[in-house]
């Protein structure tokens, strides 16, 4: 089994690597400078020229760039080539604001695709697999990247797109589908309605899953092979950086490659924009060091991640991020705490229960209610209602040893929370409303 869709690139060395990078770099703001209006104001604004730009440490004197900014240059800001080079347009659900439209060229698509393709072989995948792509096709970037990847591979490749599960599911076994990429979210799920359809882990033929797109923990992942009898490995990107494949997970499951001779990344202290060391935890800052459309330049991912470049026992040279662990933007302030949904997630799957779950923050007489609804499995609602409020205590100890402050659980009837087969929305934020 081929285990390096590119073998040179991905076990370079680290010289080859920062090379690489600094050279790429010293064009793309050349280009960036030269084509994108918007961002030449920014980096004059700083006082600092593409000649200042010599190699990687010199990157530190660019502006950044950030959502707000996207909104600003909304729709063609920020293009750095004709748009008659263009070959498609990709986007964002937009659920928050103005929708994130990102350009390419053919030769980005390419990359794109490339980037997608190494993180399918590295997680088992070869020209012999099935692969099933159940992310949302569209607009939204999952199944068009993960698409194009299996493509390069040479893979058998299913077309599903999101929803439909019933089909999914009759697909998956008709076919005999061995690697699935879609969201964790809707991986958990399609395991519970295969249980229901009483169809056993060991009777499909997935042997992986790619799952991306949100957060998700290791006991989530831990759930899902078990449910689908598979290994599951994680893919990280974002719409403004092409889409999936910035960084994949290989063999070792211990964190993501980032794809480094395409993307130069930081870490930065949220609150003051200062480069951290190696090993710190903050916001990982990306620059795309070769897009032709939509060049973007140190941009604030809002994720929160540790980089690191410990060696790793597949073979890969590029550096690894961990899975982010909650957004500089997302993180939930209640009653005065710092509240991320991961760690009620942690705290669930932990004690048994299935990732189905979702967090009612309000307000009322201007204090912060926390309420969590999970679900119970099938064999918990037969429980006496005695022992089913003894549960909702158990948990609610369980999370403020976790949280430091404790939220009401309610356990609700199987399947009434409603299931996503795109991103899941955990968070339902009504304070929000009022302002
Ligand atoms: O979600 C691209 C994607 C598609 C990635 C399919 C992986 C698989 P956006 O809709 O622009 O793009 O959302 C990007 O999603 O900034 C993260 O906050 C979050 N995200 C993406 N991958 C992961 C992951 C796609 N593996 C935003 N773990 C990012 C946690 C993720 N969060």
Redesign the pocket.
Known sequence: MKKYYQKEIETASREEIIKMQSEKLIKQVRHVYDNVPYYRKLMEERGVCPEDIRSLEDISRLPFLCKDDLREAYPYGLLGTDLKKCVRIQS??GTTGKR?VAFYTQKDVDLWEECCARAIVAAGGSDEDVCHVA?GYGL???GA??HGGAHKVGCLTLPMSSGNTDRQIQFMMDMGSTILCCTPSYAAYLGEAMAEQNIRPEENKLKAGIF?????TEEMRRSIEKSLGIKAY???????TS??GVAFECEEQSGMHINEDHFYAEIIDPETGEVLPEGSKGELVLTSLDKEAFPLLRYR???ICILSRKKCSCGRTHVKMT??MG?SDDMLIIRGVNVFPSQIETVLLKMGYLPNYQIEIDRKNNTDTFDVYVEMSSAQMSDKISDIQKKEKDIETSMRAMLGISPKIHLVPIKSIARSEGKAVRVVDRRKLNE
């Open positions: 964002t659900s994130v992310y939204f970037t999952g990247g993960l991306g797109a949100e957060p998700w994680d893919i990280y990107g974002l719409t403004e889409g999936p991912t809002r994720d899975k982010p957004r």
